[in-house]
C-alpha cells in the first residue's frame, strides 16, 4: 500500500459513496496516504486509535479495526494486508485493495555487505523481513540463504536485526 489508498482503490460501483466513515491504525503512512483523498473531493471522515494502538499487537489492532466494522462505527478499516487474518470473520469482505505504484521494496544491508545484492550474498546469510509476500521472492533469489521473518515497523525491525 505505497502512495495510493482512496483515490486508487478499485470500488464496485454499486458501493461508490461520496462520504466515508474511516478508521486506520494511526501509521504515519496511511495517513499521508489517506490525506490524498482529500485531493480527490472525497469527503471523509478518519478516526484513529489514540496513543495505546502503539502498545497493541498487529493482531491486537486488527481486532479493534474488525469491531468498529461490526457495530458499524466506521464503514471501511484501511491497514496493511499483511495483518488481517487468513479468513475473515463471517460476513467480511476485503472491498479493495491499492494499485501498488512500486512494486520495488527496500533492501537494507548490514554495513559488512556494502556493495552486495542480494544474489551475491554469501550462502547462510539471514534475510529477514516482516512481510510474507516478500519472503518467497527473498527465499527464490537467495536459495542458500535463510529468510527470517520480524514484525512491527520497519525503522524498528532495522534497529532488531542489527
Known sequence: MHD??????????????KRIRVKLDGSRLIK???DKAQQNNVEH???????????LTDWRVTKELEHALERNEVDLVIHSLKDLPTVLPPGFTIGAICKQESPSDAVVF???????????????????TSSLRRAAPAAEKVP???????????????????
Open 45 to 55: 471522515k478518519v478516526e484513529t486509535f489514540s496513543g495505546i494502538y502503539k502498545k
Open 32 to 34: 499521508v496516504q489517506l
Open 110 to 128: 548490514h554495513p559488512n555487505f556494502v556493495g552486495q545484492t542480494l544474489e551475491t550474498l554469501p550462502g547462510k546469510s539471514v534475510v529477514g
Open 4 to 17: 495510493a489508498i482512496l483515490e486508487d482503490l478499485v470500488f464496485p460501483s454499486e458501493i461508490v459513496v
Open 144 to 162: 542458500t540463504s535463510g529468510v527470517q521473518e520480524y514484525s512491527g515497523k520497519p525503522q524498528h525491525t532495522a534497529l532488531e536485526v542489527g
